[in-house]
């Protein structure tokens, strides 16, 4: 299945997250490979609904007393306008600030660099 959205800013908290021990070694068990620390955020015009493609659920943890929140993993390929591509997940927490229309996705290297993206560049993901 092939989803068309545009590259959009995140709030900054990808970097934390994804940098974290735990997440990240969870995230290369599951995605097999080490994440880049942060996410690319993409915008669709639609809701998705990540279950409809049976993603990988991980459990949240807890550290010094915080709790941080599991969560589901939807292996994808990413493509930029040029037609470049690399494998990545998009991350869905249980906890977030985003809507039901904006993914993160991770990867194992900073994809705005790789696939010279920025803000509102379409972009293509095929799961």
């Avoid at 990240?24 to 996410?39: A, D, I």
């Avoid at 991350?91 to 985003?98: C, L």
Wanted: aromatic share 12%; glycine share 10%.
């Amino acid at each position: 299945m092939e989803i068309f959205g545009h590259v959009v800013s995140g709030l900054g908290e990808g970097k934390f997250f994804v940098g974290l021990t735990h997440y990240k070694n969870k995230f290369e068990e599951l995605t097999g490979f080490t994440p880049f620390e942060g996410t690319l955020n993409v915008k669709l015009k639609h809701n998705f609904n990540l279950d409809e493609f049976n993603p990988i659920e991980f459990d949240g943890f807890e550290i010094d007393g915080k709790k941080y929140f599991g969560g589901k993993v939807l292996l994808i390929k990413l493509f930029n306008k040029q037609g470049n591509s690399i494998n990545c997940a998009v991350v869905a927490p249980k906890k977030t600030d985003h809507s039901k229309k904006t993914l993160e996705i991770i990867a194992p290297i900073q994809l705005r660099k790789f696939l010279l993206l920025k803000n509102s560049d379409v972009v293509k993901l095929v799961i």
